[in-house]
């Protein structure tokens, strides 16, 4: 038996859902929803996943954290912009248990490490699925999940291959690392550039982003934005596991994104078109904010950092076009 | 004197309705828009919102039609301007021609079509409400002088300047007219491009301070080349820029609109103008530049 006999999933999205569905299999879990509805529904139905893996698991539900069985791991798996909500429903509970985030981007560990005195394990995630209904989630990508200790809260490399075990026995691709930081940075560089463009733009990852040969080609901009956050990195002490520009040309070149009209739409266009506040600032956002502590010039990431922030603002419903 | 609008949009239509209230000016507009020529030539022209006005001016669709011109006003789009000039030219060719377009690089392009030139920037705003009629939002001079390069007479842009006056459009003439038009293109280029891309309008971009911090940048590289270029401006974009938060809180800029309607925006002619001209300074501008890019790739996902 795992040390991790009893599992607490915080927000059951896809990716909160995929959690469930697949460590419900070698330990006891809980989830805690938002909308009673939702947890109503999961009591009475349990959680199918469908696609990559075909099960069915029963699990504990509640919006309400003083019900849950005390767990050994928590893994907060809600959107990065409910984090510190997140946070707060734990905060004063379950003080023995390590606590893992899986958010986009960089910075949930660090609000999560401030508000209990948990363990903390923080990850990236390649896995993706969709949400068909508060009970059921097609698992679409079964690629790794990256798990790494995150040091100021004592969390060790053991901690982290704990964890790492429990989702390898639950059949989910799991890759422990030492330092995540390489690999978390290189995702984010990435990441903030291409969702940051795309959110502005409502254009999906498509070649334009990689191509450099007219001057308004966004291929300028991008390389742009990806000079400016591999400088942060180098300005921090972190050795890029992958270089962010090569990761941009070969995603609009391969497989599906490939023909444009089966572009990829990055999660912050996707919440931009929902008519929701995006992860900026867990994204581009964290890349400026740790600019500011190392003491680096991001000129480009400010403004478009910025300049999402009040697109972010439009979706407020005194804002009327 | 005969005066022909060239694109009567929701600016031409400001000048063809105020022009053709004076009755010794014979006022031509012409537009493709078949609607907006049939409903002007059926009940005639009418703003409303600043000023009340209703006037008849001959309104076609067919350029054949035009007579020979006095007077051009190019109001079009920008991306229009070359093939608007093109088409009209043969009753433009004895006239001086007068952009009042957005940003800048329409001159060039009315230089390449006729001999007389005139660069023109004006203030007053508007939208079509239907056809035939104009919502006239905001007030506002018009600057107008000799384009140098291929320049009508100064005594023809005090002519023109007099009877817009006239008719009520305050118009000034001047010898180099460049300081307005880069006041009110720096202006712009802060203001349309990023209201389009964060959809907010005019005054709820600017004070939202993380939009207005990449204004500001926008605009100092505009002053920046501005200076290079020996441009001595008429205000400065800044002062413009927070004189007009009150009274512009919740107007969509021109090319708000566009976006909001997936239309071509006039984004060469903005933020595109700027980086070009610093690209001949020798003045870097990466903000304006990433305005170019930014607007060129959300007009780009309307043909995905």
């Known amino acids: 038996m795992s040390r991790f006999g009893r599992v607490c999933v915080v927000g059951a999205g896809a990716i909160g859902s995929l959690c469930a569905g697949h460590l419900g299999q070698v330990a006891e879990v809980s989830v ?34 003083a019900t849950m069985p005390e767990p050994d791991l928590v893994i907060v798996a809600t959107k990065a912009t409910q984090i510190s909500e997140a946070g707060a429903a734990l905060s004063g509970r379950f003080p023995e248990a390590v606590v893992m985030t899986i958010q986009n981007g960089v910075g949930a560990e ?8 948990w363990e903390v394990v923080s990850s990236v995630t390649f896995m993706s699925g969709t ?51 390489p690999a978390q940075w290189s995702k984010l560089i990435f990441n903030a550039s291409v969702n940051s463009v795309a959110a502005l733009t409502d254009l ?22 990806i000079e400016e956050g591999k400088l942060v990195a180098r300005e921090a002490g972190i050795e890029l596991f992958e270089d962010p520009w090569e990761m941009n040309v ?26 929701q506040k995006t992860e900026i600032d867990f994204i581009l956002g964290a ?18 950092y910025q300049l999402v922030k009040g697109r972010d603002r439009s979706h407020d419903d005194e804002v009327v076009l | ?40 030539n059926q009940a005639g022209l009418r703003l409303t919102g600043v000023g009340e006005v209703h006037s008849r001016p001959r309104a076609i669709a067919d350029p ?85 390069p291929s320049p009508a007479s100064m005594d023809e842009v005090t002519a023109l300047a007099d009877t817009l006056t006239r008719s009520g459009m305050e118009t000034v003439a001047l010898p180099d007219a460049r300081g307005a038009q880069w006041t009110k293109l720096i202006f712009n280029a802060a203001s349309n491009a990023l209201c389009s891309l964060t959809l907010l309008p005019h005054g709820r971009a600017c004070v939202h301070e993380d939009v207005r911090w990449v204004m500001d940048r926008v605009i100092e590289e505009g002053k920046l080349v501005a200076e290079a270029l020996g441009v001595e401006m008429e205000m400065d974009p800044a002062d413009l820029l927070e004189s007009s938060i009150e009274v512009a809180f919740e107007h969509k800029p021109s090319m708000l609109q566009d976006v909001l309607a997936r239309r071509a925006t006039e984004i060469d002619m903005l933020n595109g103008g700027i980086v070009r001209f610093g690209e001949e300074t020798g003045i870097p501008t990466p903000f304006n530049r990433t305005a170019w890019a930014l607007v060129r790739g959300l007009e780009a996902s309307w043909k995905l």
């Open chain 1, 32 to 65: 805690l929803t938002r909308r009673p509805a939702h947890a109503e529904a999961l009591l009475r139905d349990g959680l199918r996943v469908s696609g990559k893996s075909d099960l069915h698991t029963r699990v504990h539900a509640s919006v309400d954290p």
């Open chain 1, 204 to 225: 999906p990852h498509v070649a334009l982003y990689a191509r450099r040969d007219r001057p308004t080609d966004l291929g300028h901009l991008m390389f742009a934005l």
């Open chain 2, 64 to 148: 054949a039609e035009l007579p020979p011109l006095d007077f051009g006003i190019v109001a079009t789009k920008g991306m229009f301007t070359g093939s608007a000039v093109q088409a009209t030219v043969t009753a433009l060719a004895n006239a001086a021609v007068c952009s009042v377009q957005n940003g800048v690089g329409n001159e060039e392009i009315i230089a390449e079509h006729v001999a007389k030139v005139i660069r023109g920037t004006t203030f007053p705003a508007g939208h079509m409400l239907e056809p035939g009629v104009v919502q006239w939002d905001t007030g506002g001079k018009t600057w107008i002088g000799p384009f140098e």
């Open chain 1, 131 to 181: 949400r068909e209904s508060d009970t059921h989630v097609h698992y679409e990508l079964d690629t790794a999940t990256w798990i790494g200790p995150y040091p100021p809260s004592g969390a060790d490399h053991d901690t982290a291959l704990a964890v790492g075990h429990l989702f390898a026995d639950a059949g989910l691709a799991v890759e422990v690392l030492a330092d995540l930081r």
């Open chain 2, 1 to 40: 004197m005969r005066i022909g609008v060239i694109g009567c949009g929701a600016i031409g239509s400001l000048f063809a309705a105020h022009l053709a209230t004076l009755d010794d000016v014979e006022v031509w507009a012409y537009d493709v828009s078949k609607a907006h020529v049939d409903a002007i």
């Open chain 1, 287 to 304: 890349v400026v904010r740790e600019a500011d502590r190392v003491g680096a010039d991001v000129p480009l990431s400010r403004a478009l």
């Open chain 1, 110 to 117: 660090e609000i999560i490490h401030r508000l209990g005195p």
């Open chain 1, 250 to 275: 070969e995603a609009v070149s391969r497989g599906a994104t490939h023909h444009e009209e089966y572009a990829h739409v990055p999660s912050m266009l996707a919440d931009v078109r929902a008519g």
